[in-house]
């Protein structure tokens, strides 16, 4: 099935009003993983919103995602208890091994980025890969989860 005709359908799926803008850019995001010009042209004229519209939405959410990910996507929580639980040694850790730096889109391979607290406190420090979530993370274990993902 083409992209396009997701798109379409996934819109079906709600009613064109505003206040389904969100739920509708959420289930997009989660087909695709992030929410292309295409698609933000799709919703705006489904919802006959302007296109500005639907990016603020979209770019206000640490979820919704705008651009193209990485092949390798790494999401590593910054809320005050994951701070205080080692998260800047994991970024650090994720930031030498790659050669990067957090928030960086000049590697298509690899993206790191801090996302907001993810209201899981007693499972941090949070590193999500690709989707995937782990819980408990020490800047020594990063390149053992790493190592998986290649």
């Known amino acids: ?29 989660v087909a695709f993983r992030y929410i292309s010009e295409v698609d933000a042209e799709k919703v705006a004229e489904y919802f006959e919103l302007p296109l500005a519209k639907v990016y603020e939405t979209a770019s206000f959410y640490d979820l919704l995602e705008t651009k193209k990910p990485a092949i390798l996507e790494i999401e590593v929580c910054s809320g005050g208890d994951c701070t205080l639980g080692e998260s800047a040694g994991i970024i650090k850790e994720i930031e030498n091994r790659y050669r990067i730096k957090t928030g960086d889109e000049f590697n298509p391979k690899v993206r790191l980025k801090k996302i907001s607290c993810l209201g899981r406190c007693s499972e941090g420090p949070i590193m999500i890969v690709n989707g ?19």
């Open 1 to 29: 099935m083409q992209k396009s005709s997701t798109t379409s359908k996934i819109l079906l799926d709600f009613d064109p009003e505003a206040a389904n803008l969100l739920p509708a850019l959420k289930k997009i995001n």
């Open 132 to 150: 995937k979530v782990y819980e408990k993370m020490t800047a020594s274990g990063v390149h053992k989860i790493l190592g998986e993902w290649g």
